[in-house]
T-cell receptor
């Protein structure tokens, strides 16, 4: 079955430390992978995407993500976390599901950066 | 206004009411989406409109009825809802490839309508 998994409901990290938010996927064919962020009372906001090419993708606000085909993962990373990074993060994959192209989102991971 | 706007931002309704959610995108996109966001659940895709044609209905109950009069506007008509329909309803838009080909364009989301059904 096609799916996206975010195994952690919440990730806590101290300000200034590196952060990782995990995402794994299961999809046939070449996936297009996305990360979105949701701040309180707001819609989702695009951060970055992997389509093809370099496995390390750089996005907004200093975030980057590493595509690992053998591990079917697309973890979100940032070298130094800020308190303002605290938000809900969603991984998504776009692929061919049930006869049509569509996006599938994960359950979200709440990131808490502690001062 | 820019981006994707949604009105109202908050809505409280009884189970016998009829109301509508409105979404407008100012990005010139050709696809629009309705999602339901509930706590601790994946984002649930409800409806997709490509080039104003409904291309997806993910087994959504008939008490939710979408309408897409043009490529910039999307409505979600609500009637006889249940308390479990309380959630954040998000609208999104994207620019899709024609002819059923895959595209890799990201979606742009509105701020959502927080719906409470009493």
């Amino acid at each position: 079955a096609q799916s996206v998994a975010q195994p952690e409901d919440q990730v806590n990290v101290a300000e200034g430390n590196p952060l990782t938010v995990k995402c794994t996927y299961s999809v046939s064919g070449n996936p297009y992978l996305f990360w979105y962020v949701q701040y309180p009372n707001r819609g989702l906001q695009f951060l970055l995407k992997y389509i093809t090419g370099d496995n390390l993708v750089k996005g907004s606000y200093g975030f980057e993500a590493e595509f690992n085909k053998s591990q079917t993962s697309f973890h979100l990373k940032k070298p130094s976390a800020l308190v303002s990074d605290s938000a809900l993060y969603f991984c998504a994959v776009r692929g061919f599901f049930s006869g049509t192209y569509k996006y599938i989102f994960g359950t979200g991971t709440r990131l808490k950066v502690l001062a | 206004e820019t981006g994707v706007t949604q009105t109202p931002r908050h809505l409280v309704m009884g189970m016998t009411n009829k109301k509508s959610l409105k979404c407008e995108q100012h990005l010139g996109h050709n696809a629009m989406y309705w999602y339901k966001q509930s706590a601790k659940k994946p984002l649930e895709l409800m409806f997709v409109y490509n080039f104003k044609e409904q291309t997806e209905n993910n087994s959504v109950p008939s008490r939710f009825s979408p309408e897409c009069p043009n490529s910039s506007h999307l409505f979600l008509h609500l009637h006889t809802l249940q308390p479990e329909d309380s959630a954040l309803y998000l609208c999104a838009s994207s620019q899709e490839a024609s002819g059923g080909r895959n595209s890799y364009n990201e979606q742009f989301f509105g701020p959502g309508t927080r719906l409470t059904v009493l």
